[in-house]
């Protein structure tokens, strides 16, 4: 099995497109499972603070999100495939119903996300910053369990509800 370290990974250069930030509004999926999506979407260093529409219930597979920022955003029943979202921000975002599959939030500051009734399906969380996260109903496999329980950041409380040990 190949493994792949993020400090080696290239991402490709950042789109030039002046209306690359609103692709999130519209999504891009043609079809949700494995990525596939219609054209790539890159969201990098864009800011969405305190977004409480726009975002809701979007298709955003193979979406390239490092560095930019949902602060307090609504992503309830967003679907997020093969996301990259090292080194985001998520600062209180409600990720509530979404489905998040394979996203990478290495290093993000997820500090008081909501993640009720979420199904994290391959997600990372290496480095993030989870306290105060809220982990109530979320679906989550075992494998993926143990390695999200490693994290120390996150609280008593969010430890309780996923079943750290």
Request: charged share 25%; net charge negative; with cysteine.
């Amino acid at each position: 099995m190949v493994q792949i370290h993020s400090s080696k990974l290239r991402l490709p250069p950042l789109s030039t497109d002046p209306n690359r930030c609103e692709q999130a509004f519209v999504g891009n999926t043609i079809g949700q499972a494995n990525g596939v999506y219609d054209k790539p979407i890159d969201l990098r260093f864009c800011d969405y603070t305190n977004e409480k529409s726009n975002l809701k219930g979007k298709s955003l597979a193979a979406a390239l999100m490092s560095e930019a920022k949902f602060d307090g955003a609504d992503m309830s029943e967003v679907v997020m495939s093969k996301a990259y979202a090292v080194g985001a921000s998520f600062k209180g975002t409600d990720f509530s119903n979404a489905v998040l599959d394979r996203v990478n939030f290495g290093k993000a500051n997820l500090q008081g996300a909501v993640f009720r009734n979420s199904v994290l399906s391959g997600s990372t969380f290496v480095d993030a910053q989870l306290e105060d996260a809220v982990f109530e109903d979320t679906i989550i496999g075992y494998i993926d369990l143990q390695k999200l329980c490693v994290n120390k950041t996150i609280n008593e409380d969010g430890r309780a509800v996923l079943g750290c040990r």
